[in-house]
């Protein structure tokens, strides 16, 4: 073993689907005890999931052994699966998208400015449900980043503003569109929400 670190670079950059021609491994090949816990061909329908990301690989250690070779230390985002995988023989520390075999560093989410029509529109919490909270980041688009809200019950009657928009990617949950909502009135609200969750239509509710 030549070294063995984590990873330091963006964790946005850290982002993989396995490309299903490598297995995964619970330790470094090479060290006592290492076996293959998951085959190459069960990976491969990771990459062509219709979840919601939740089989979206984060990078966090690199290690190489003593015939040049990288290996790459990941984890599901749903904390499935987690082990080192071969990513081929350039070290990725300084660029996490150097990596030739194992996985393929991928955009999990896609922002865009969202158009007039929308930025002047007010919107509305549909039904308070679990769809309804608000995310730091939109659910399954980062590792370990989720709820800003764990529930928006009290906040249903506000009047909220979209300043920004985006799409998740690589058909994850449909590709669904999200919104940026800001909340005047309770700005804890602020936060990503799926767009089919609001409405246009002031609700009435009481809780």
Do not use: C
Not at 67 to 74: H, R, T
Not at 179 to 194: E, I, S
């Amino acid at each position: 073993m030549i070294s063995n670190e984590p990873l330091q670079t963006a964790t946005n950059t850290r982002n993989y689907l396995p490309t299903g021609t490598q297995p995964l491994y619970n330790k470094i090949p090479g060290q006592q005890g290492a076996k293959i816990s998951v085959k190459a061909a069960n990976l491969k329908a990771q990459a062509t999931a219709t979840d919601q990301g939740q089989t979206y690989f984060r990078g966090y250690r690199v290690a190489q052994t003593s015939d040049g070779k990288f290996y790459m230390k990941v984890v599901s985002f749903d904390k499935t699966y987690r082990g080192w995988i071969y990513i081929g023989t350039t070290n990725p520390t300084t660029d996490s998208s150097h990596v030739t075999e194992g996985v393929n560093p991928v955009q999990t989410f896609k922002t865009q400015a969202p158009s007039a029509v929308i930025t002047d529109t007010t919107f509305y919490f549909t039904t308070p449900k679990a769809s309804t909270l608000t995310y730091t980041a939109p659910d399954w688009t980062q590792y370990k980043v989720g709820r800003n809200l764990n529930a928006t019950t009290a906040y249903v009657n506000d009047a909220l503003k979209v300043t920004q928009m985006g799409t998740k990617q690589n058909n994850r949950d449909g590709n669904a569109t999200y919104y940026y909502v800001t909340d005047t009135a309770h700005p804890q609200v602020n936060g990503w929400v799926k767009a089919s969750a609001v409405t246009t239509v002031k609700p009435n509710f009481n809780y």
